[in-house]
């Protein structure tokens, strides 16, 4: 019996609900019908009152879990997908984020964002909203690339004091699986080496780190020898394990989803420059999706953002280097 990405998330939540009576889960369709992508299947019926449906309106969505999470509650906000989360950036970055700092009163709300990209769903439904979020001082964002941190990052956003935005890439809901879930886990903040190396680091979270790692299977064929650093939570990030990495390596390169400005594949760079500059053998370099809205058609799709092979070519131009 296997776990898939997405069924990790759904019973996430029905170990959250069923630990804690404070916890209550808050989205559009979100109960009978089971959200969006079924994240949330079955447990508006194995927790009545607790699974409910929200009006069309991030910004009450959010603002009601704010005003609950300050009379005790925890709620869990299911965006549809993560682009939906902007009418409600308002009430997340001038309430929830501030709310400790101004008032000493915590915020423990999760807000879950459906993130990235799958073929044909186009700019509205395939952005990747994590650097935009992590720009703010009081949030925390999470970014699991695996089954198992699906699941105990999860819990652990419903058990912080702290909001967090918990970025859930789509792409893996089906695609990625896992024997069972987790007994144990690596703390939130903490990055994880997916794949130790000696010839090169790439730095990558979320579904890229998959494509690093069959970059990294491809080139150890020819006796290369790449190591993958799992970011896990951009907000904090964890940059000892990165200036270790790139002590063992000498070579960097970043690689998000994400459009590049000011992302976090740039907040990386920056740091590795600052830190470890001195530990480089080549200019440290990164790869995001291209500088435009995200197209429908499934071939641009697939050339729009970073791929394996997109990827492996980076990887190559900078072990010449």
């Known amino acids: 019996m296997s776990v898939t990405y997405l069924e990790a998330i759904r019973e996430a939540q029905a170990r959250a609900l069923a630990d804690d009576p404070r916890v209550y889960i808050y989205g559009q369709d979100v109960g009978s019908f089971g959200g969006a992508f079924k994240a949330t299947k079955g447990l508006a019926q194995q927790f009545p009152g607790r699974v409910f449906d929200a009006p069309i309106s991030e910004d009450a969505m959010v603002g009601s879990a704010v005003g609950a999470a300050i009379e005790g509650m925890r709620p869990i906000i299911e965006m549809q997908f993560a682009d939906f989360s902007t009418p409600g950036f308002n009430q997340i970055i001038n309430q929830a984020a501030t ?3 101004r008032t000493q ?3 423990p709300i999760t807000i879950r964002l459906p993130s990235g990209g799958t073929s044909g769903s186009g700019p509205f439904h395939s952005q990747s909203m994590e ?3 992590a720009h703010y ?6 970014t699991p690339a695996t089954v198992e941190d699906a699941y105990s990052m999860l819990l652990e956003a419903v ?3 702290d909001p967090v935005i918990f970025c859930e890439h789509k792409f893996l809901y089906y695609h990625l699986k896992a024997d069972k879930l987790p007994t144990e886990s690596i703390p939130a903040g903490k990055a994880r080496v997916a794949r130790p190396g000696r010839d090169l680091t790439i730095v990558a979270y979320s579904a890229m780190v998959h494509e690093a790692l069959a970059v990294a299977e491809e080139l150890a064929l020819e006796g290369t020898e790449i190591e993958v650093v799992d970011l896990r939570t951009i907000k904090p990030i964890d940059t000892d394990t990165i200036v ?3 002590a063992r390596t ?3 390169l970043v ?3 994400a459009f590049p400005w000011g992302g976090v594949t740039a907040e990386v760079v920056a740091r590795v420059a600052t830190e470890a500059f001195g530990l480089l053998d080549a200019p440290p370099q990164r790869l995001n999706a291209k500088d435009t809205p995200i197209p429908y058609h499934p071939d641009l799709w697939a050339v729009h953002r970073p791929t394996a092979r997109s990827i492996s070519a980076a990887v190559r131009n900078l072990l010449q280097m």
């Open 99 to 101: 709310l400790y700092w």
């Open 105 to 107: 009163i915590p915020c």
């Open 131 to 133: 650097a935009l979020f």
């Open 137 to 142: 001082p009081g949030l925390i964002v999470m």
């Open 159 to 161: 058990a912080i004091d």
């Open 244 to 246: 270790a990495s790139v």
């Open 250 to 252: 000498g070579r960097v």
């Open 255 to 257: 690689v998000g989803e």
